[in-house]
């Protein structure tokens, strides 16, 4: 998402775990979207068990789609409830909350896609930043089409035939050609080298969200309309209109060196976690429990949808969840002194 990298809500959307006033000095967003340093959505800290050390305020990234909202509800959740933190968060698209590792702005991203420039850029290069593991989430981005269309033209699967339908998907925004649909312009995504490497006659227009994306294949489905476009896995969203992918050439380590010269399909994502090295050398026991999270891709489908699509608050979708899961809690506890 998301990518999908179409990476939303959809969902790469945002929700506040509890809403507060913007405040401290921002720095503008490269991608037009929020700025690093603005407060949104704090987290009183609330009852529960003690831990051994005090947590004092953490600082969590919310990017803009909803199964990283997923993970930010039922972590801040366990950190508000089981530590008494005080969760503050930050409403940044995947980008910028990397440059909030270096002013202390940001602790953590609970979902990262990919990034090995940001990587090299703060983990490596200027170590403000540290691989927390992997969240056990396994994240695929590609292109796909509502299930009627693959079913009435099973052959558009295969990448090489697209050009045969490119007229079928033009729009007024496409200049003539077929239009393939992207979702927020923050997303990880090579849509527009692939298409020109392709020698595809599609424009890359951007709907400008998950949300937009989602409701543009949910009226393609119902209305059999023509849409292809950017998309991913794991997204609640598939469940209610199960979107076919389209083969692209095969991924191969390396193939996706060069943005410029891609041809092949996306990697795979083990979507992992990104600490503040301050945060992680801190000894607070809210790191603990970051770097413990892990959970599956059904779990965060689950959350997602109860945000989503049952309209449930982040913390009731998060309680609902977490009251079902008792064992995950105390997995992620381990090692805090909390219970």
Sequence with gaps: MRQLKLRQVLSRKAVPVAAMAVAGAMLLAACGGDKV???SGGGASSGGGAAVKPCGTVNLADNAWVGYEANLAVVAYVLKNKLKCNVNVKHINEQVSWQGFGTGQVDAILENWGHDDLAKKYIEQQKVAQDAGSTSVKGVIGWYVPPWIAKEHPDI??????????????????????????????????DGALVKNLNLNFKVVYAGSEAALITAF??????????????????????????????????????????????????????????????????????????????????QDLVAKSIAVDKLSDDDAAKKFLDANPDLVTKWLAGTGAS
Excluded: M
């Design 218 to 299: 949910r009226a393609a489905e119902k209305n059999h309309k023509w849409v292809i476009g950017y998309f991913y896995t794991p997204q609640w969203f598939n469940s209610e209109v199960p979107l076919v992918h389209i083969d692209l050439p095969p991924y191969t380590p390396g193939c996706d060196k060069d943005a410029a010269k891609i041809k092949c399909d996306y990697p795979p994502y083990d979507l992992n976690k990104i600490v503040s090295t301050k945060f992680a050398n801190s000894g607070s026991p809210a790191y603990t429990v970051i770097k413990n999270f892990q959970w599956t891709n059904e779990d």
């Design 37 to 39: 340093g603005g407060g």
């Design 157 to 190: 699967t295969n990448w090489e035939n697209l050009n045969k339908y490119a007229a079928n998907f033009k729009t007024s925004e496409s200049g003539g050609k077929g239009q393939f649909l992207d979702g927020d312009p923050s997303y990880v995504t090579f």
